[in-house]
């Protein structure tokens, strides 16, 4: 384990902003974590936890220590009749835990492929797509506390799950650091494919019965089409949250605009797609300076190249806005500003 100085941040986030880490460690096993924040010269200086980088943008240098979290291994550590509980390091990549799932015909994660990011961060905003979420298989995590190195195994009810939201991100922001995350997957599989285009998508690939490989094959074809990759794009897929508004507030916007599309997520709520949104305020595809929206989806800003942080924060701010002007409707970011 080293830690070294002045170091750029350019290769560890997928906007591919350049700002600078005064200091920098990479640890690959929870000991290490907690040997790390023992080190006296450290202790009070800001600490900032990285995984794969695919859900923050820099603003500005850092002024602390970034510890780049790369715990590896996916191990069965228990099963039964229904389910098999795998227990994956923070630093897996989401994807590869999502494939290693297909190939030993688990279920339950298949409609969220190619998210990109870590283990490690999936539990923290609770990653979702194509009408399934991780706390729907989550069954806990280990995380190391920042101050003390103790130790805590979190349950899933201890996690507070939302809409990308949990405990992490609320009253224990900035507390805790998680380093492994257990799973409950299915053995038999009970597919969800009415989201979205995925039966569409099924249907052009001539899908004749529904299984594992196909789903998540879907999934990864619409994403393809629609998300530019971070490693020729610079973006950290969606910046914004859907906003779930007042039943009544979205049957107004209905009413002026009969397209609006929306989905029911309580007897008083309606979720509308922000991409929708943005689009109808004029932005998709707007280039501004090096940033820009992206042309093929709207709920992602772009770095086109040498593109500052605070120059996307500021487009961000302005398609906020513009949707908040034209209806009513404020847009809350999912990444994080850092």
């Known amino acids: 384990m080293t830690i070294a100085k002045n170091i750029s941040l350019r290769p560890y986030n997928t906007f591919g902003i350049d700002a600078k880490a005064a200091f920098f ?13 023992k080190l006296p010269e450290y202790r009070s200086i800001p600490k900032l936890i990285l995984g794969g980088g695919s859900n923050l943008l820099f603003t500005q240098d850092f002024d602390g220590l970034v510890i780049k979290i790369n715990i590896k291994g996916i191990q069965k550590i228990a099963e039964n009749n229904t389910y098999v509980y795998l227990k994956a390091g923070a630093g ?16 339950g994660l298949e409609n969220l492929s190619l998210i990109p990011g870590t283990v490690g ?17 989550f069954e806990s995590l280990e995380a190391v506390h920042i101050e003390t190195g103790d130790v805590r195994i979190f349950s899933h009810n201890e996690c507070m799950f939302g809409y990308r939201e949990s405990i992490f991100k609320k009253e224990l922001k900035g507390q805790y650091i998680i380093t492994s995350v257990t799973f409950r997957v299915n053995k038999v599989a009970q597919f969800n494919v009415s989201y979205g285009a995925i039966q569409d998508t099924l249907k052009q690939m001539n899908v004749a019965e529904l299984n594992l490989r196909a789903v998540s094959d879907a999934v ?20 914004f949250k859907n906003p779930e508004i007042p039943k009544q507030q979205y049957e107004e916007l209905q009413a002026k605009y009969p397209a609006a599309p929306g989905y029911v997520t309580s007897p008083d709520t ?39 942080g605070n120059e996307i924060k500021a ?17 809350h970011a999912e990444v994080n500003f850092i």
């Open 220 to 239: 990864i074809h619409i994403r393809r089409s629609k998300l530019p990759d971070p490693k020729e794009i610079g973006n950290a897929g969606s910046f």
């Open 92 to 107: 897996v990549v989401w994807h590869d835990l999502v494939m290693y799932c297909i190939e030993n015909n688990y279920a």
């Open 25 to 37: 460690t990479e640890v690959r096993s929870q000991a290490e974590l907690q040997e790390v924040l």
């Open 315 to 331: 487009l961000a701010e302005q398609v906020q806005q513009s949707v908040l002007e034209k209806f009513g409707i404020a847009l």
């Open 270 to 308: 309606v979720k509308v797609p922000a991409g929708w949104l943005i689009e109808q305020a004029g932005w998709k595809g707007k280039i501004v300076g090096k940033a820009g929206v992206h042309k093929n989806q709207a709920l992602v800003l772009v770095n086109y190249g040498g593109a500052h």
């Open 121 to 137: 961060a999936a539990p923290m905003q609770n990653i979702g797509a194509y009408g399934v979420e991780i706390k729907e298989t």
